[in-house]
């Protein structure tokens, strides 16, 4: 039986920085219940998320997994910018203390305390949602106000001491260069550029428009009424099976350090034992199907032994996943051993088969070099390529992803 979840999203309403720190809003919704609660954040994460512009428009989740990364030696983190018509998921990195919040939140029972005009402000928190550059705009008018009339008192007050009066050079009094001398360093420093939205002083930020990963692979649809077995020439898909395992993470990070992403079809049995490897490659990008419950030739058991086993995997892996609208309706017969039986409780349960052509028998290579000959050997665009979760081929897919990059492939996952 699945665990209750008990954090299902957290999504962010706004983020500041105030007298005493940095601190996040955020509307933490649990078995359906939503709650805003405030939690207070270290500055180098704030920076970090700022730098994404995250609150420009539409919703922001936040994903509840922050990752170690040791070839940056740092935490990672990422959330998803959300409107009608698509997400996109941006990473950032984030001190060790955000990560332990992150893992508190994940695993807690209960939300955290908050005040009760707090709750109250639940059901209106998507309409009152500001950015701070939206409040940083608002400051920095008020100060420019207020210093504008500062240059004008002085004005009258000099033009009123000169021996021809306060109007006999009025146009050199207003020119631009007259205003310049008036103005001080820091009103300089604040008028807006071309350059972007205005930052209060308090508030260093530098946009790193370089660092916003984009997409480095394409998601296609997988065919409801026939077996997908290739993908269209210039493309590849890596997909592995038999996971979760020991050394899922290792790959969705192998896979993120690339900018691509693969297609996983788990094991019931084995998402069970290791709930949080399926979860992490869910709520890192990674798309997710089925690969039965107990990994047996689906062709040799009952209709409804084979509707229980995937309809099992399916909610379990569902459960999992940080996100409440997480679907699994891919599907990767064990063996690829399908007969129309099979077939049939697949579509009944909306499920799309996923099989491949291209399979370098990795499960029983004795070295990497095994691998990754196979890999040189046979034309690789157009390929699904099937692996599996083990030590050599987690060792061989730097360089697999290299060299099918060499080749000038684009990579996809199915949907």
């Known amino acids: 039986m699945a665990r209750t979840k008990t954090i299902a999203m957290i999504e962010l309403s706004s983020i500041e920085q105030t007298g005493t720190g940095f601190r996040m809003e955020v509307i933490i919704t649990r078995n359906q219940e939503p709650a805003l609660c ?25 994903s509840l997994y922050a990752k170690w990364d040791p070839f940056r030696n740092r935490h990672y983190s990422s959330l998803i910018k959300m409107d009608e018509r698509f997400g996109e998921t941006l990473y950032f990195a984030c001190a060790e203390s955000y990560a332990v919040q992150l893992e508190q939140l ?21 309409q009152q949602r500001k950015s701070v550059l939206g409040r940083v705009r608002a400051t920095f008018i008020g100060k420019l106000a207020l210093r504008l009339a500062m240059v004008v008192c002085l004005f009258f007050l000099f033009a009123s001491r ?33 350059a972007g ?67 996983f079809l788990f094991v019931g049995l084995n998402v069970k034992h290791d709930p ?43 459960s999992e996943s940080a996100d409440e609208d997480t679907v699994v309706n891919l599907f990767r ?14 579509k009944r349960e909306q499920m799309k088969v996923l099989m491949w052509n291209r399979d ?10 095994q691998i990754l000959s196979y890999f040189k050997q046979k034309p690789p665009s157009g390929g699904i390529y099937v692996m599996h979760e083990k030590k050599l081929t987690v060792e061989a897919l730097p360089e697999i992803i290299q060299y099918l990059k060499s080749k000038q492939l684009k990579f996809v996952i199915f949907k």
């Open 38 to 62: 405030i939690i207070a954040i270290d500055e180098f994460t704030y920076n970090e998320i700022i730098a994404l512009h995250p609150l420009t428009a539409g919703r922001v989740r936040m």
């Open 106 to 126: 994940r695993l807690s029972d209960s939300l955290p305390e908050k005040p009760a005009a707090v709750a109250e402000k639940v059901e209106e928190a998507p």
């Open 162 to 194: 000169t021996e021809d009066g306060m109007f006999s050079n009025h146009a050199d009094a207003l020119s631009p260069a007259s205003m310049d001398t008036v103005l001080d360093e820091n009103t300089a420093k604040s008028l807006p550029t071309e």
């Open 197 to 263: 939205p205005v930052i209060e002083e308090t508030i260093p930020v530098e946009v790193k428009k370089e660092e916003t990963p984009k997409l480095g692979y394409k998601v296609l649809e997988a065919d409801a009424d026939k077996y997908t077995y290739s993908v269209p020439k210039g493309y590849v898909a890596l997909t592995f099976d038999d996971g979760p395992s020991e050394y899922t993470e290792q790959i969705v990070d192998i896979l993120k350090e690339y900018d691509i992403a693969a297609t």
């Open 276 to 318: 949080e490897a399926a979860a992490y490659a869910v709520d890192n990008g990674m798309a997710v199907g089925n690969h039965s419950w107990a990994h047996n030739n689906l062709t040799k058991s009952t209709d409804e032994e084979n509707t229980n086993s995937i309809a099992r995997v399916n909610e379990l892996i569902e």
């Open 333 to 346: 017969p064990p063996y690829g051993a399908i007969n129309d039986d099979v077939k049939a409780v697949v």
């Open 360 to 369: 370098p028998v990795d499960w029983k290579a004795k070295t990497k070099r």
